[in-house]
Each structure stands twice: as C-alpha cells, then as structure tokens.
C-alpha cells in the first residue's frame, strides 16, 4: 500500500473464511487502493478459533486511502447497518458506477434516489453483509472520502451526543464538526441526533440516533481497531474504553464500550511480531494472547523471543 498516512483507527471487518476474497472484492471496485500484511493461523489456539495452521488470519487493505483489517475469525458475527460506510461521491456517474457493483447479490435498504440531504443518496448492505452509505457531495465537506458511521439503535436509542461527548474526552485530539438535531414533529424525539460528525485522532466519524424498533445492534463484526505506540497508550484506552463495558466480551485486546461498540486495543509492535514470526513463535504468541484481556506486551515480546 502507498499511503503513507497514519491511521490511528483501523476498522476491523469480521468475515467467517472470506477476508482475502472480501478485501479482493473492495480493492476492485474503490480506487487508490491496495493490500498490505497478512497473517496467518499457526496451530495453537486451533480449540479456540477453528481455523487450519497456515490459513490467512488477517488481511490488511485500504481502499481510496482508508484502512481496514479483514479478519477470518468464523461464522459467530456479521455485519449490520449499526456500523456502515459512508463514502462521499463527486459526481453522478461515480455514485451509479460504485452502487451497481456494490448491489450485485447485495441487499437494498434504501434506493438510489433524491433526498433532503442529498441529490443522490443509496445505503446497500453487500454481498459480504457490510453497509454502505454512497452519496453525492463534496469531499472538501467531509473531509474524508470514507468514514464510519455509528446508527444509535434500540436502547442506545438517544445516546449518540453522549457517544459524541464520550469519545472526543477519550482521544486526543479530536473535534466535533457539527449536530443536527430533530425538531419537535419529527420522527424522533427532540434533540435526537440526525446527523453529526467528528473527529478522534485525525479520524472521521459520522454518528445518527435510530428511532424505531431494529433488529440489530453492535456486534464484533465491525470494530475499531486502536494502534497503540507502546503500554502506556494501551493501559489508557483500555482503561477509558472498558468502563461501563461487557466485561465478559473482554479477550485478547478486544473489549466493548459501554454502548457495546467493540474496539481492538493492540500495540503497533503486535502486528508486527505476527507478521514476521516463524512457526514456533507464532505458536507462542498465540498461546499469550489467549490468556489475556488487556494486551500485555512484555509477555508477547518474551514470547517472540527464540528459545
């Protein structure tokens, strides 16, 4: 991959076996877009996550120089629009060309059409089960070409400010760059979020209030991936991130925040070690990190040490 920005924020896309197939997929239709590492499973840990040693664990990808890591971790979740993507479109044509192919053996929620916000605007969920926002606009508006955008549903219905709040006291730097609110005689309660973004570490993100009833919520099938410089900087996240969370969906860096949105808390030096680690210390590795919640990365980098 060419981009040489850093992205603090890695979305984490779960897939059962077809991360390679999915980044092949996404890479194919976005443009400025490319692979970077992968990994793979050796044979500790099989019990645990199933997979063949030597079969792909994780690809990482970026498509119009965004980043993601798409994980094969089994059939337990998949996505749903409370994370979708919204990708800001220039012109007509790049709207159409983009929601074709992200139509194909997909799933319309809302058709290509003129709306309030938008003279054209699309949201698809993908062959792949992942949604997508795809809308006219300006780039220089958003100032990002893809974010994430967090759907506030069901009991976390009229959370999203304090989500917004929330997050911006956790990073730093971040911003906020603007709420709409609901009126009163709207479909959703006065001073619900309809809309809003900000920004933690450089990062945008888009978030909405969802009134009604759904039938989906947050899952680890999209998480946020942190990472971080050293342990210093994975103590605090974990710290901040972890208060008012499910603690029993706390394993191996992953955790979920108090509205059950899940983030990865990893050290930079982790990816690392399993990129270039050989069949015994990806073993060992593996066999660390399955006794932890938080990361401990003293304990992995003795565990990558030869023996």
Request: charged share 25%; net charge negative.
């Amino acid at each position: 991959m060419k981009n040489t920005k850093t992205q603090k924020i890695v979305p984490g896309l779960w897939f059962d076996n077809e991360a390679e197939d999915a980044a092949a997929f996404y890479i194919s239709i976005f443009k400025n877009s490319g692979t970077g590492r992968t990994t793979r499973y050796g044979k500790e840990g099989f019990e645990f996550h199933g997979k063949p040693a030597g079969s792909v664990m994780t690809v990482e990808f970026e498509i119009e120089h965004y980043k993601f890591v798409a994980i094969n971790g089994g059939p337990q979740f998949k996505p749903n629009p409370s994370v979708s993507f919204f990708v800001t479109c220039e012109t007509e044509t790049e709207v159409d060309e983009l929601w074709q192919k992200l139509s194909e053996n997909g799933n319309i929620l809302m058709p290509l059409n003129t709306y309030p916000w938008s003279k054209r605007y699309g949201f698809i969920q993908d062959r792949y089960s992942l949604t997508w926002q795809i809308s006219l606009g300006n780039i220089a508006d958003v100032g990002q070409k893809i974010a994430p955008c967090l759907l506030f549903v069901n009991k976390n219905m009229g959370l999203a400010e304090t989500a917004i709040y929330h997050y911006t006291g956790i990073f730093t730097p971040s911003e906020i760059d603007g709420i709409l609110k609901y009126e009163a005689g709207e479909e959703a309660p006065e001073g619900a979020v309809k809309h809003a973004q900000f920004h933690l570490l450089g990062e945008k993100f888009m978030i909405m209030d969802g009134p009604g009833q759904h039938d989906f919520s947050f899952n680890e099938a999209v998480s946020f991936i942190v990472n971080c410089k050293d342990q210093e900087e994975t103590d605090y996240y974990w710290g901040c991130l972890t208060e008012g969370g499910d603690e029993k969906a706390q394993a191996c860096g992953w955790l979920k925040d108090k509205f059950g949105l899940s983030w990865q808390i990893v050290p930079e030096a982790v990816s690392e070690m399993l990129q270039n680690a050989d069949e015994k210390q990806s073993d060992r590795l593996m066999q660390a990190l399955l006794q932890m919640k938080k990361i401990d990365l003293q304990k992995l980098e003795d565990a990558y040490k030869p023996v």
